[in-house]
């Protein structure tokens, strides 16, 4: 499309006195004939605004480039009716960054100016994708979580559908004797408040609860899920089953190494092998079919499995119980013995922790301390003259509730100490506990009456078929390490690598009963953002607001199924013939497929392959004479691009020789960029992420991992053009290590300088 296109050059924040901005108008007149260029200070002033939409309507302006600060700041004042805005970056990454006055600080400005001309000119312009969206919210699991997501959500006025398998609602809270107040104070517990949620539950005309039921399957997208609810019964063995045994083969694949070969077709049940409207017809069971926007996942946790602890009586002594055990003998009163019913005059709470002793319990968190310290509280209550031990290795009470350890701390029938257990033998009438490593620096042995062992929570979406996705991809949500569902390590709370399906509670990490309340309050919300933003075309985080999505020239897909196998988010089905289906409201924005196309086929209205790659042919590069490298730095947009921003703000100054060109994600870097770039005679290309591991910082998941791996493909590029493999560097960045950057950037010019010039300038 061809765009009329005003250039709107910064000249305050010192710009003007730093860069010849003659000469920089001269690039957007001269070079690209723009519409209209003007130069001037403040233009976020509301008078110079006005200047900007009189030339919008005046000069029949599609495009407006604003040539100044970073477009991280006003980016309100600069969206503007019946035009798209595209930023250049002249203050930070400009004139903040490289010295005043100077002939390469010049020739970085204006190659900047032909790279945002030429990206805006090539925007198209096109429709968000809409359709007809349902707002209502399926909730999953009806227990402290899911009732508070629940009335959350129909208190906001939306629809909800709760489905719990148990035959009442409640969850474990309904076994909780006690529960902490989380309010002042803090020395206190109180009983639960699970049964008034209930009741408001119940008592709520927005919400339709199914008791005793599971979800079966879930078809379709945000904003146009479709979901089958089933009574419980053996047919979720079956699933289990098949689906863990999918995940394995998954698995071994993956650990094969062989990238190449497509990931196994997830496991299709006879009932559940047809997709959409043929669901309906293929469903020969009781079964009920409700369409959601999104969904709220909060189907809670269950007890970490405590074999491999028989060395301290578990499975051997029935008074050697878990903590879960003991919470519901305290609901009865006074704590008694299941051996004999006699009543428990002292017990020894073994704390179990997060596996960094030689007594691991995965699953253990900061839970464990409180739900040890509340038992301990329990005996006390019931039985003035009881006494609690307790042993730990790591006591934690965060916030507030360090004055409920201290309260305790204080009774004197409660004793603390750290230490590791070594056994639990039977005596006569009472059990041993042997332990080492305790404050005392001695083994020491206590005899009581019972041993409560703490528990881990494992999140019961672990292994087991909980949302049965009819996905390309699969029937699990995605998991990290420890099985909780996240798709991001940092950023954002609730959320999972499919989109519109949102975690609260104890599935994404053990949680007390507070934090229980609020995560459901936050996936909510996300749920509420989520249809809402869908209904208006728009992605959600983190590129929220986001109306552009991929297209596909499918008359030229090879089939090849790249793309299906690596966004990160399942956006693509695949149909019969191997061709993706894209689903767009599935989708995060994050251009990845656009990076894995070999076509090159898959492209944003707003960013394509052939956007950036004439960004690069746009950058000028001078002749092998002048000795001035020039470096192209495809750089994420997430992390990395905002460090070079603080990198200015500091003022830390480093080559003028680079030019950035923001992704959306590394992972959206495609092959032929860098060939473009090579061939046009760029000295060296480097490339700088999010951090990636178990602890990524990846917006995106594993964007910056899979531009590590595609640039492993690089060097046949490079052979083929005779060139040195260092020309091509692939960095990770954090956000705060933004004073790393002039080390990282002129450590690379360093290297390229062992280097001839490339030999393809002038080309
Ligand atoms: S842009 Fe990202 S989320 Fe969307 S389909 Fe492509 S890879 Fe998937
Ligand atoms: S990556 Fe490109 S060619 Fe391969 S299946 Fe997807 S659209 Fe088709």
Not at 685 to 692: A, R
Request: some cysteine; hydrophobic content about 35%.
């Amino acid at each position: 499309m061809d765009h009329k296109i005003g250039v709107y050059i910064e000249t305050g924040y010192g710009i003007g006195d730093a860069l010849d901005i003659e000469a920089l108008s001269a690039v957007a007149t001269d070079e690209f004939g723009v519409a209209v260029c003007r130069a001037d200070a403040y233009w976020n002033d509301p008078e110079k605004l006005a200047i900007i939409r009189n030339d919008i309507s005046g000069e029949g302006l599609t495009a407006v480039i604003i040539a100044g600060p970073s477009p991280r700041v006003f980016q309100e004042e600069f969206a503007f009716e019946g035009a798209f805005t595209e930023r250049i970056n002249l203050r930070e990454h400009v004139i903040w960054s490289h010295p005043a006055n100077d002939e390469d600080t010049q020739m970085l400005a204006e190659d900047y100016i032909r790279m945002g001309i030429t990206k805006a000119s090539k925007y198209q312009d096109r429709p968000p994708f809409m359709e007809e969206v349902e707002k209502s919210i399926l909730v999953i699991g009806g227990g402290m979580t899911g009732l508070t997501a629940a009335l959350d959500a129909a208190a906001a006025n939306y629809q909800v559908y709760l489905v719990e398998k148990e035959a009442r609602l409640g969850g474990w809270a309904n076994n909780f004797h006690k529960v902490f107040t989380g309010k002042p104070p803090y020395g206190r517990i109180v009983d639960s408040p699970i049964q008034e949620k209930i009741k408001a539950v119940n008592a709520s005309d927005k919400i339709k609860v199914f008791t005793g039921q599971r979800v079966f399957s879930i078809s379709g997208a945000p904003g146009m899920f479709d979901v089958v609810i089933r009574p419980d019964g053996d047919w979720i063995k079956k699933l289990d089953k098949e689906q863990n045994e999918w995940l394995a083969a998954k698995k071994a694949k993956e650990a094969s190494g062989t990238e190449e070969e497509e990931t196994p077709k997830p496991p299709a049940p006879e009932e559940a092998e047809a997709v959409g409207e043929e669901q309906e017809e293929s469903i020969d069971f009781a079964h009920e079919k409700v369409r959601v926007g999104a969904v709220v996942l909060a189907a809670g946790w269950r007890p970490e499995n405590l074999s491999g602890h028989e060395n301290l009586g578990y499975g051997k002594y029935p008074d050697v119980v878990t903590s879960v055990q003991l919470e519901e003998l305290a609901t009865k009163g006074k704590i008694t013995r299941p051996s004999d019913g006699k009543e428990v005059n002292s017990i020894a709470f073994i704390e179990c922790n997060d596996g960094k002793t030689k007594h691991p319990l995965l699953y253990a968190s900061f839970v464990n301390s409180l739900v040890t310290l509340k038992q301990a509280h329990y005996l006390r209550t019931t039985n003035p003259e009881g006494k609690a031990y307790i042993f730990y290795e790591n006591m934690r009470t965060p916030g507030q509730y360090e004055k409920y350890y201290q309260d305790l701390q204080n009774d004197p029938g409660i004793f603390l100490s750290k230490g590791t257990p070594v056994s639990v033998s039977n005596g006569a009438s009472s059990l041993t506990v042997e332990l080492k490593d305790t404050l005392l620096g001695e083994k020491v042995k206590v005899n009581v009456d019972m041993v409560v062992l703490s528990t881990g929570m494992v999140p019961m979406t672990k292994d087991s078929a909980i949302v049965n996705l009819k996905y390309r991809q699969g029937p699990f949500l995605p998991e990290n390490l420890y099985g909780f569902n996240d798709s991001h390590f940092i950023c954002f709370p609730y959320e999972t690598q499919r989109t519109g399906i949102y975690t609260a509670g104890c599935v994404r990490g053990p949680m007390d009963f507070q934090s229980c309340e609020l995560d459901a309050t936050g996936a909510a919300l996300k749920a509420i953002q989520c249809v809402e933003l869908t209904a208006q075309g728009k992605g959600v985080h983190p590129r929220a607001g986001d109306e552009s999505f991929p297209e596909i020239f499918i008359t030229r897909c090879t089939q090849c199924k790249r793309c299906t196998e690596e966004c990160p988010f399942g956006a693509y089905d695949e149909k019969p013939d191997g061709t993706p289906l894209p689903n767009p409201t599935r989708c995060r924005r994050c251009a990845i497929c656009m990076g894995s196309c070999p076509e090159r086929i898959i492209s944003f209205r707003d960013h394509s392959v052939d956007m950036i790659g004439s960004m690069v042919k746009s950058v000028h590069v001078p002749d092998e004479y002048a000795e001035k490298p020039r470096v192209i730095v495809f750089i994420c947009e997430n992390d990395a691009l905002p460090a070079v921003d603080m990198a200015g703000i500091e003022r830390l100054q480093y080559s003028a020789y680079v030019r950035f060109i923001p992704l959306r994600c590394l992972g959206n870097i495609n092959l032929v960029w860098i060939a473009d770039s090579l061939s046009k005679g760029i000295d060296g290309i480097l490339l700088i992420g999010c951090k990636y591991g178990d602890d990524y910082q990846c917006h995106f998941v594993k964007g910056s991992e899979l531009a590590e791996y595609r640039m492993g493909k690089i060097s046949e590029t490079l052979q083929r053009l005779v060139l040195e493999p260092d020309r091509i560097q692939v960095e990770q960045l954090a956000i705060d290590e933004y004073g790393k950057i002039p080390e990282l950037i002129d450590g690379f010019i360093e290297t390229l300088s062992e280097f001839d010039p490339n030999p393809y300038k002038g080309f």
